[in-house]
């Protein structure tokens, strides 16, 4: 069973979280501030933290930094009443993987902890497999029976974050942001032009393909037998 460790200052959203969590079959450890949480990680193995922003003391973006500056790579959804982009974007600069904005659907909050639970132990592996389909993220390469494509790295990771989230619709902002990051110089055409090749080099592929969303970005699509 998997321990989830909630991070909330409010006692009421505190308990809410709980017992959603514990519905869907989640044991929880609760801290009442990012310090209280740092404290409860010395005892207990957690496998994802739910993190509030606004705490008292240590908050949320500095909880975050403190976290992955010691190494530990904890998957972290990060819960906020905060939602302008500037936000957004400190708390993936601070290291969390995810991000909600308060009121949280209780479904959608479900359905993010799954793919992020999902995703940590795809990358513990670095192996993401799909059918007969075998993505190595090491090897940069792309397998099915005895056929290996090796790719560039960045179609490679764009293949393989899109592959990890079948059906998760994706911005080219998004993509921009995680695969040449922030910084980046290149445009967002350049997103299309590595969708194109990925898409030419693995149309004969039936397992999965990559689709266009008009006015937004793409998403994967997993195709069963």
């Known amino acids: 069973m998997f321990r989830i460790m909630i991070v909330e200052d409010d006692a009421h959203t505190r308990r809410l ?6 519905r869907a079959g989640y044991e929880t450890v609760s801290a009442s501030s990012g310090e209280d949480g740092f404290e409860k990680l010395d005892h207990y193995q957690v496998d994802l933290i739910l993190l509030d922003v606004m ?3 240590m908050d949320g973006f500095a909880f975050s930094r403190e976290l992955r500056g010691a190494g530990d790579m904890t998957p972290i959804l990060m819960v906020t009443a905060r939602s302008l982009p500037e936000d ?3 708390g993936f600069l601070a290291g969390t993987d995810d991000y909600m904005v308060k ?6 909050m479900l359905l993010r902890i799954k793919a992020l639970l999902r995703r940590a132990k795809i990358s513990d592996e670095r192996k993401l497999k799909i059918g ?3 993505l190595d993220y090491d090897a940069l390469s792309v397998s099915r029976k005895d056929e290996t494509v ?3 790295p960045k179609e490679f990771y764009l293949l393989y974050k ?5 059906d998760k619709i994706f911005t080219r ?3 921009m942001d995680e695969i040449w990051g922030m910084d980046t110089d290149s445009g967002t055409a350049t997103v299309n032009v590595h969708i194109n090749r990925l898409r030419k080099r693995f149309e004969e592929w039936p397992e999965f393909s990559l689709e266009a969303i008009r006015g937004i970005g793409y998403k994967s699509v997993i195709h069963h037998p």
């Open 88 to 90: 957004k974007k400190q």
């Open 162 to 166: 899109l592959l990890s989230y079948p």
């Open 173 to 175: 902002i998004q993509l």
């Open 103 to 108: 009121p949280v659907d209780e479904e959608e």
């Open 17 to 22: 979280m709980e017992a959603v969590l514990h």
């Open 55 to 57: 705490m008292p003391g």
């Open 150 to 152: 090796t790719l560039p």
């Open 132 to 134: 007969e389909v075998t």
